[in-house]
C-alpha cells in the first residue's frame, strides 16, 4: 500500500503565499519554503520541477488575488479609473510585498501590466468604456495618463511616501481624471 501524501501542493503554494505577502518573493527558497510548510524539500521537488515553475503558479494565484480584492473593493466613485486608482493604490498599501510581486517586479511571467490589471474581469475595458460612455474622445489616452498617475501613487506608498486619506486620494483622482479630460 503507498504511503499517503502529506504535504499536498495546495499546502505547500499556501505556504509560499504567505512567504511572500510576508516577506516578498526573493525570500521563498525551498528551505525556508519547506520550513514554513512543515515538511522537508522533497515534497516541494516531488511536486514542482522547480522553484521558478513554483513561482509561475505563485504569481498566478496572487494574481487571482488582486482580482478577488478588487471585485470586492468598495466602489465609491462614478467617475472613470477612480475606483479603479484606489483599489490599486490601497492593494499597495495593504499588501505591499504582493503589490511589488505583480506591478514592480521584472519577472511578470510573461504577462503585461496591463494584463494583470485587466484581468479575467475586463477590468481596465470596463473604465475605459465608461471613460466613453461619459464622452471622452481618446479613453486608452486618458486611461494612460491616469494610469501612471495611479500607479506613481501605488508606488509612493510602498516607501510611505504616500500619506493622503481614502477621501483626499478619491479627490485627486477625481481631479486628476477631469484635468486629463481636459487635455483630450
Request: aromatic share 14%; glycine share 4%.
Amino acid at each position: 500500500m503507498a504511503r499517503k501524501e502529506t504535504i499536498t501542493k495546495k499546502n505547500i503554494l499556501d505556504a509560499a503565499f504567505e512567504m511572500t505577502r510576508e516577506e516578498g518573493f526573493a525570500n521563498v527558497t525551498a528551505r525556508t519554503l519547506a520550513a514554513k510548510a512543515g515538511c522537508s524539500t522533497q515534497p516541494i521537488f516531488r511536486i514542482y520541477k522547480n522553484m521558478e515553475e513554483l513561482g509561475a503558479e505563485l504569481f498566478d494565484q496572487v494574481i487571482a488575488y488582486f482580482e478577488t480584492y478588487y471585485v470586492n473593493f468598495p466602489k465609491k466613485s462614478d467617475t472613470p479609473f477612480v475606483n479603479l486608482g484606489l483599489a490599486y493604490i490601497t492593494f499597495a498599501q495593504e499588501s505591499p510585498k504582493l503589490f511589488q510581486l505583480l506591478f514592480d517586479s521584472e519577472n511578470r511571467h510573461g504577462k503585461s501590466l496591463y494584463d494583470i490589471l485587466n484581468g479575467r474581469n475586463g477590468a481596465v475595458v470596463k473604465e475605459i468604456n465608461n471613460a466613453r460612455f461619459y464622452r471622452c474622445k481618446n479613453p486608452s489616452a486618458l486611461f494612460m495618463k491616469m494610469w501612471i498617475f495611479i500607479h506613481g501613487a501605488a508606488c509612493m506608498s510602498l516607501t510611505e511616501d504616500y500619506d493622503l486619506s481614502e477621501e483626499e486620494t478619491i479627490a485627486l483622482l477625481d481631479q486628476s481624471y477631469h484635468a486629463f479630460m481636459k487635455t483630450l
